[in-house]
């Protein structure tokens, strides 16, 4: 287990970034608080509201033709599991927050042996709690705008009014049951669009066979592939024209500024920091794209695209 302790703790990043502008966290509706031992469990919502001109936020791919609230801020929100120590003597002023991979832990398994059979907020296995009885504070805080409620921690992202073309896959191993279709996280422009096209590979470099256009269809609303005789073990690939894309670069600004809010607050807003000193400082843990997506926010204020304060 210490060995594990220790690659974990290897992939923390501090994360003392705090933007040059409005405050971006504007509400966190609490859903449940329960009693969890040494801390308190809190269970949310984070919704969040960013200019999408500032400086901080033009890289974000499609954010300035995301709909925009009458202030002329686009507005997202994530799931939030927190918790929080009871009392500040033991505590480190310390939040520990992990960037979940498709909404969920990883480091709760590779520090604390937990095994989550249940990804409901409420029932997430803690293992052997270390990082609460180091005394830290612990968050999980979703980002991925294709995670649905049974698989952890959501994320809701504007759409954008873009089309262009998209590929999605699905693989196939034929351990289950053959399905007959598969869905896309971009939706189809046209359910009937003549020039999508369908192939199929049985090996990830094998040549692709491709389907002819009667053969199968989307499903009404063009969100879900279908194949009447059902899909065979293999690499399948749809090509199509979309239209309506999710923000995703927003995923990333949640983490960002969830992180500064903890640290920094926000004028009109307590949740979380109504005891300041247990939340003085954010450690980021991210594993595989999650550790990446830390990597990114670092060189984002390398380059001065927002500010280290504080």
């Known amino acids: 287990m210490s060995i594990m302790r220790s690659v974990g703790a290897a992939a923390l990043l501090l994360l ?6 409005a405050p971006e966290v504007v509400r966190i509706d609490v859903v449940r608080r329960d009693d969890f031992g040494t801390h308190e469990r809190i269970i949310g919502r984070v919704h969040f509201s960013i ?19 009458a202030a002329g801020r686009v507005e997202f929100s994530s799931d939030l599991l927190f918790f929080m120590p009871k009392r500040e003597d033991g505590a480190r002023g310390t939040v520990f927050l992990e960037v979940v991979n498709r909404g969920r832990d990883q480091s709760l398994g590779l520090m604390s042996d937990a095994r989550q059979r249940d990804l409901s907020p409420e029932r997430w296995d803690m293992g052997d709690r270390f990082v609460l009885t180091q005394g830290f504070a612990v968050a999980f805080l979703g980002w991925q705008f294709d995670v649905r409620p049974p ?3 959501t994320f809701e992202a504007p759409v ?11 693989v196939e191993d034929g351990a289950g049951p053959r399905y007959s279709g598969f869905g896309v996280q971009y939706c189809a422009r046209d359910a009937a669009q003549p020039n999508a096209a369908l192939t199929f590979r049985s090996a990830i470099d094998g040549p692709a066979e491709t389907l002819p256009r009667s053969a199968w269809q989307f499903a009404p609303g063009g969100c879900a592939v279908q ?14 024209e ?17 992180a ?12 979380l920091r109504e005891r300041p000193a247990l939340v003085r400082r954010v450690l980021g ?5 999650s550790a990446r997506l830390l990597r990114v926010l670092e060189v984002a204020r390398g380059n001065g695209i927002y500010k280290l304060t504080g």
């Open 285 to 289: 843990f991210g594993y595989s794209q």
């Open 227 to 240: 194949l009447p005789g059902g899909f065979k073990p293999g690499l399948w690939e749809a090509v199509y």
């Open 16 to 21: 003392l970034c705090a933007l040059d502008a």
């Open 160 to 170: 954008a009014p873009v089309r262009g073309v998209v590929r999605a896959s699905y």
């Open 242 to 258: 979309a239209e309506g894309s999710p923000v995703a670069g927003l995923g990333l600004a949640a983490i960002r500024d969830f």
């Open 151 to 153: 698989q952890g921690l």
């Open 51 to 69: 200019d999408p001109t500032a400086k901080a936020n033009r890289g974000i791919a499609d954010v300035t033709l995301a709909p925009r609230n």
């Open 260 to 271: 500064s809010y903890l640290k920094f607050g926000a004028d009109g807003l307590v949740t």
